[in-house]
């Protein structure tokens, strides 16, 4: 009987049976996120994805303006990319956290393993499309869509949803694969702490005599207004995740001033304030020389973070006379957040697969068509309470 629970036969004994009562079959966990160019030949193909997505930006003559304006950004975002070490990091790293996540969730969790993880990317490759055909082609039979933008956006989250629900209509007629869906994690209180500790990190590193009253400068990614207006909830959950940060900060006596602000706006709609930028100059004007920022609405390292905040800004905040201009590191391969990762995932499963559609605008007679496709859809692969 001993050899039972020992050697290479036992996981497939302890997996199998688990799987079978459950249900379940092969688990895949698709990481969604928006991707970005591997090198700079992909930029003008990425570029020119996002102005044709409707869900991230509407445009009179989608095809033709949207093209425009992606054409007239590449040369510039190719320089950027270029000053990053010629491309994204975001798909290393979704690759590392996903390692990292499934064999946590071997060790954590055997009975609902071998867990795989997918990536799907919006506007590149690895696509949400190639995922669907790779785990077709890998017999897995429950999908957990699990976003990578922790606070829920339609232009984000909604749009990788809305591409996903017709990716799968096309791919897999039959419905061979059963979904679940995590939609938003923006306030676990793993993730709070993972961003408590980048935080933390920096606030030590500040000399002494200003490190109690230095400000930590929260950013995320911004938003155009007309989209907030719609009732996206994007910012209300950017919103609570600084809110429970700086309560975690507290609980470990670090009490900074604290403010919310948004970067990379672009083109000429009106977009949400303060701006990141000027908030850092005016904190110089105002007499700061230091300051901390938080990229709090990513999990990883890419743009946004290592051209916009790190070299963009960082000129603005030495011209502004701020001389101690700190950044508190993305999450990127952080034992805490690849454990936040796993306990979220397990704690899908071990709720057996909660899945709530109510995820897109609240004014219904807001909505697009292919929203209310894609919400009934998720609505119709929810599993009813035992
Ligand atoms: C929480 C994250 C993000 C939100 C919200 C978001 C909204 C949003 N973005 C654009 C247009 C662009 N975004 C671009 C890059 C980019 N955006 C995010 C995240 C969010 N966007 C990330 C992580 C990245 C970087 C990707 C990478 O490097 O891997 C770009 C391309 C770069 C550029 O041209 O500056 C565009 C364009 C809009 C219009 C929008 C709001 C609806
Ligand atoms: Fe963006
Ligand atoms: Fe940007």
Same mark, same amino acid.
């Given at each position: ?91 290393? $790293? ?39 055909? /790779? ?49 938003? $994690? ?75 602000? $948004? ?44 051209? /916009? ?19 508190? /590191? ?16 397990? /704690? ?39």
């Amino acid at each position: 009987m001993a050899t039972l629970l020992t050697g290479s036969s036992t996981s497939s004994i302890l997996t199998r049976p688990y799987s079978a009562r459950a249900g379940i079959g092969e688990l895949g966990i698709l990481m969604m996120n928006m991707g970005g160019p591997r090198t700079q030949d992909d930029v003008a193909q990425f570029l020119s994805n996002i102005f044709l997505d409707r869900d991230i930006i509407k445009l009179p003559m989608q095809k033709t303006l949207g093209q425009f304006i992606a054409r007239r950004r590449v040369e510039k975002v190719k320089r950027q990319y270029m000053q990053i070490g010629g491309g994204s990091p975001i798909e290393k $790293w979704t690759r590392i956290q996903g390692e990292g996540m499934v064999n946590a969730l071997d060790r954590q969790s055997p009975e609902t393993g071998p867990h795989k993880y997918y990536v799907g990317f919006r506007y590149t490759e690895p696509s949400i499309r190639s995922a669907i055909e /790779e785990m077709l082609r890998d017999n897995i039979d429950h999908v957990i869509a699990f976003t990578q933008y922790q606070q829920y956006s339609g232009s984000t989250t909604g749009s990788n949803f809305n591409e996903l629900y017709r990716a799968q209509k096309q791919l897999d007629p039959g419905s061979k694969l059963r979904w679940s869906f995590i939609d938003r $994690w923006g306030t676990h209180p793993k993730l709070i702490s993972a961003f408590a500790d980048r935080v933390e990190a920096q606030v030590q590193r500040l000399e002494d005599d200003v490190r109690q009253e230095t400000p930590i400068l929260f950013s995320a990614h911004s938003l155009p207004l007309n989209v907030v207006d719609r009732g996206d909830p994007y910012v209300a959950e950017v919103g609570g995740t600084v809110a429970y940060v700086v309560d975690e900060l507290r609980r470990r006596g670090i009490t900074n001033p604290y403010r919310l602000t $948004w970067q990379s706006a672009v083109g000429p709609l009106r977009w949400l304030a303060p701006q990141t930028e000027d908030a850092i100059k005016s904190y110089g004007a105002n007499g700061y020389r230091s300051l901390v920022m938080v990229p709090i609405a990513f999990t990883s390292d890419h743009i946004e973070t290592l051209y /916009e905040l790190d070299i963009e800004y960082g000129e603005t905040a030495q011209k502004a006379g701020i001389s101690q201009y700190l950044r508190a /590191e993305a999450l990127n391969d952080h034992p805490p957040f690849i454990d936040a990762l796993a306990t979220i995932v397990k /704690e899908h499963i071990d709720a057996d697969f909660p899945t709530s559609a109510q995820l897109l605008l609240p004014d219904p007679g807001e909505e697009s068509k292919q929203t209310t496709l894609t919400r009934q859809w998720i609505a119709s692969q929810a599993r009813p309470l035992k």
